[in-house]
């Protein structure tokens, strides 16, 4: 999702933030620092006419509000920008238009909706030149995204986007919550990010705002994940450790009461060789039966999460699992099994 925004952005958010500890502003943290904001429009030419890294820059004002079509009434997340936002997000439309600039200078009340919110207004039906009530204002649909999916405030399916000037208005706000200034090439970041720096320092002391390098969040949450992984894989060990050795208790105590069995076969000429290989199939046949039961609950729970969340079930993941199910089977299974061949045919009959 992250790197769906562009490993080639510029963030420029109010007050002083670092992207391993989050806020840390002078004034109280990150919703004191997001209030306090001197961001400005003016800041967003400046970047894009100024700096000749900078390819394009939009800034955001974002708030909610009351929407309301027919007998639908719900509170949306609506973002105020500039037109270059599209370009700036990588977003495309479904259907309709995004606003010009024109649309802006004009302070027009029209309005692109996000996917999840057309679905909700309008369901099965086009929104298009539809009037909608936006807080106190009516406005005019003019475009529809495609659903991209998403969290938190990277999710524009939940959201709404409206010309910057409307969403002064609407929200009686001068401020920005943040700037995305996008690089024209990922090896000119690192001059884009001093330029932008010496540019904002024109008009904010240090403390009023911060840049931060796209790559540097993409790397911290790919920590974050990394982390998560080897947890995982820690608690996914210990399982497969209990169900080892659950796998070599059943054998072992399956060896002790088939001793006489054992001794009769080993009497009627059965090999070290040919009991060894019955012990260690029967282990096999209870880690792959463990293994089939684990995919298909597995796949049912992955299902039923399908309806909430974006899973996807491959194939290959599949036979590593099973794989290592089965791998499970044969070594924990080998204790046992060599255990039953090494037995001495007369005192495996004189067993009781």
Do not use: C, H
């Not at 790559?215 to 450790?241: C, D, H, P, R, W």
């Not at 089939?292 to 909430?308: N, P």
């Amino acid at each position: 999702e992250l790197e769906g925004l562009g490993s080639n952005l510029v963030l420029v958010i109010p007050g002083q933030f670092d992207t391993k500890q989050g806020f840390a502003s002078a004034r109280g943290g990150g919703l004191g620092a997001i209030a306090s904001s001197k961001l400005q429009l003016e800041d967003v030419k400046r970047l894009k006419n100024d700096i000749p890294e900078v390819s394009e820059a939009t800034g955001l004002l974002i708030g909610s509000a009351i929407v309301k079509y027919a007998d639908v009434k719900k509170t949306v997340q609506i973002i105020g920008t500039t037109p270059d936002f599209a370009e700036v997000r990588n977003v495309s439309l479904s259907e309709g238009e995004f606003f010009s600039q024109s649309d802006v200078t004009a302070l027009k009340k029209v309005i692109v909706l996000g996917a999840n919110v057309a679905s909700d207004y309008f369901s099965d039906t086009s929104p298009m030149d539809a009037k909608i009530q936006v807080g106190e204002f009516r406005y005019s649909v003019i475009g529809v995204l495609e659903k991209k999916g998403g969290l938190g405030q990277t999710n524009l399916d939940d959201q709404a986007i409206i010309p910057i000037t409307s969403a002064k208005r609407l929200f009686d706000r001068d401020n920005l919550n943040f700037i995305y200034a996008k690089v024209a090439s990922s090896d000119l970041v690192d001059t884009a990010i001093s330029k932008i720096e010496m540019s904002m320092a024109k008009r904010l002391d240090e403390d009023e705002f911060t840049l931060v390098d796209q790559k540097e969040v993409l790397q911290s949450v790919s920590n974050i994940l990394n982390m998560l992984t080897f947890a995982l894989s820690g608690i996914a060990a210990i399982s497969l450790l209990v169900g080892g050795v659950g796998i070599m208790n059943i054998m072992l105590v399956s060896v002790t009461e088939r001793t006489r069995e054992i001794g009769l076969r080993k009497a009627l000429v059965a090999t070290t060789g040919i009991i060894l290989l019955q012990f260690l199939t029967e282990a096999i046949l209870l880690s792959v039966g463990g293994g089939v039961i684990g995919i298909f609950i597995g796949a049912l729970g992955s299902f039923a999460l399908s309806q909430f969340m974006t899973i996807t079930l491959t194939w290959w993941s599949i036979f590593l699992a099973f794989a290592v199910s089965v791998g499970v089977g044969i070594i924990f299974g080998v204790m046992p099994a060599r255990k039953a061949a090494s037995l001495s045919p007369i005192e495996a009959l004189r067993y009781e």
